[in-house]
């Protein structure tokens, strides 16, 4: 018995080795907070489900927790858990968002609404699971006000290579 890839599998194999390779990358980069990273993987994330929708984005954010735990060697830890809440979160939200009537979202819309989503959850979660102290809220606002500014750039630069893309298809 031979298993055949789809093009669609050899697409979400190789976004999802690009987002892990970023993933991995920004695991080794200091934080002046402690939880807050820029997720730059997500670009990789917005940018799929852009160009080729919600079900192969789904697939590349959620094979990246998984692979990057595996690689960074944190499967099932805490870490695990609180990217696996972001990330499960982030995708219905964006699902949600392709759902909307309308031209609904562009890219930093739909990197806003899953950088909102991924701190949100992630914050319930470490409450539910982790940490059941209400001062751990205290640090919400101030990791949420920097999820917005990061998911304004990183909505950026995938609008950036959305139209890289679509400029070098049109050559």
């Known amino acids: 018995m031979t298993l055949r890839s789809t093009p669609e599998d050899s697409r979400i194999a190789w976004f999802t080795a690009l987002a892990v390779t970023i ?8 934080s002046p907070i402690p939880g807050l990273k820029p997720g730059l993987a997500n670009i990789i994330t917005i940018t799929v489900l852009c160009q080729f929708g919600w079900r192969t984005a789904a697939w590349v954010s959620l094979l990246r927790v998984l692979v990057g735990s595996l690689v960074l060697g944190t499967f ?9 809440s972001g990330a499960v ?4 939200i964006l699902w949600g968002g392709t759902k909307l009537p309308g031209r609904g979202f562009g890219p930093v819309g739909y990197s806003l609404l899953a950088s909102i989503a991924h701190i ?9 699971l982790f ?3 209400p001062g751990l809220w205290r640090l919400f606002p101030v990791l949420l006000t920097f999820a917005v500014a990061l998911g304004m750039i990183n909505g950026i630069i995938s609008r950036s290579l959305l139209t890289h893309i679509s400029y070098r298809e049109a050559e």
């Open 131 to 133: 940490i059941p102290h």
């Open 23 to 30: 993933h991995v990358l920004e695991s080794s980069l200091p």
């Open 89 to 92: 979160t982030s995708v219905l």
């Open 76 to 84: 099932l830890s805490p870490t695990f858990m609180l990217s696996l």
């Open 120 to 128: 949100s959850a992630q914050f319930t979660c470490a409450y539910l």
